[in-house]
């Protein structure tokens, strides 16, 4: 298999996105690996490269505060739209970015292509849970508005994706919402629980309140983009605000710093639980290709889960799977 990496997109590019690759590289000797930017600025940091690592020469940049549409249709040799059209043109398997997220909806939809009978790809990336199983919440920020019947697409894609890729046989399916009650919630929600409920094909187990998405209640959590961006965004935040205040606390005395050593091993176990590197990207579902996309300040460790991330998905036929069942249930 083949992996294109945009390797000038994200806060740390293009350094975060060589050291993912050659630590990804070792490790599975048996993927192509392609970093797709800047020749002259990727090259010093390949001296060593292994033999499944090559270049492929992008010279323009798509930068994190520009407009997507318009910079995907002016700047078609970024390294997003290589690599994008790249996985097009089928000379790779996947691509992953860590660069301007609208942007890369953008080039999903414009260079990839949408998969027939999809009307709005969904982002879906994975959210820590105290079980560590973990939840795919979609959509978390690739539309902010949707329809009933883009929320019940999203349930079908994260139920196929979590049987695929995470080999769970009946991922059970919940709708966020402000109660659990069926009748609770906006117009969007009371419309998409009915279709969600008579949706062959999934375990639907009803509402979920944002209080319980971390306690693993569903496997699967389904939302618009607006709602589901603020979810992902609070719960990043209180994470990391926990930790600041644990490191202030611990910091007060000898005794608290003494503290602080013993329970080490634990808290690092507990903040590795809570990282999203641990679980390198999220995937953009609904696309005809394999399209993952990174967080914007992810380091080397990142970006090679993120490949492990990808490798999974097409070792499991993840998008050929999921366009037979849209097929089916239209």
């Known amino acids: 298999m083949l992996i294109a990496i945009d390797a000038m997109g994200g806060d740390n590019a293009p350094e975060c996105n060589v050291e993912g690759a050659l630590s990804a590289a070792a490790e599975w000797k048996d993927t192509q690996i392609v970093l797709v930017g800047d020749e002259a600025r990727l090259e010093p940091l390949l001296k060593n490269k ?13 930068g994190s505060d520009e407009e997507p549409v318009k910079a995907v249709r002016r700047k078609k040799d970024s390294s997003m739209v290589v690599a994008g059209r790249m996985v097009r043109e089928g000379e790779a398997d996947a691509m992953i970015s860590s660069g301007n997220t609208g942007a890369l909806m953008t080039t999903g939809l414009l260079i990839v292509g949408r998969m027939p009978g999809i009307e709005r790809p969904a982002l879906a990336p994975m959210i820590p849970t105290l079980d560590d199983v973990g939840v795919l919440a979609l959509d978390l920020g690739a539309n902010m508005d949707a329809k009933p019947q883009h929320l019940a697409q999203y349930a079908l894609m994260g139920s196929i994706y979590r049987t695929k890729v995470h080999g769970i046989a009946k991922p059970r399916v919940g709708l966020l919402n402000v109660g659990t009650e069926p009748g609770k919630g906006n117009e969007l929600t ?97 696309l005809s290709g394999l399209v993952v996309k990174g967080h914007g300040s992810s380091d080397g460790n990142a970006v090679k889960n993120a490949v492990r991330q990808a490798r999974i998905a097409l070792q499991a036929d993840l998008v050929a799977s999921i366009s037979k069942e849209i097929s089916g249930s239209e």
């Open 50 to 62: 292994p033999s499944n690592v090559t270049v492929r020469h992008a010279a323009d940049v798509i």
């Open 190 to 286: 009371k419309e998409a629980y009915p279709l969600l409920e008579a949706l062959s094909g999934i375990h639907f187990v009803g509402n979920v309140e944002a209080r319980d998405v971390l306690t693993g209640n569903c496997d699967v959590l389904v939302c618009d983009g607006f709602a589901g961006n603020i979810l992902l965004k609070s719960l990043e935040g209180t994470a990391g605000a926990i930790f600041a205040l644990l490191k202030e606390q611990f910091s007060m005395s000898l005794k608290t710093k003494l503290g602080a050593a013993m329970l080490m091993p634990q808290l690092r176990a507990l903040k590795g639980k809570m990282d999203y590197k641990e679980h390198g990207g999220a995937p953009l579902l609904g």
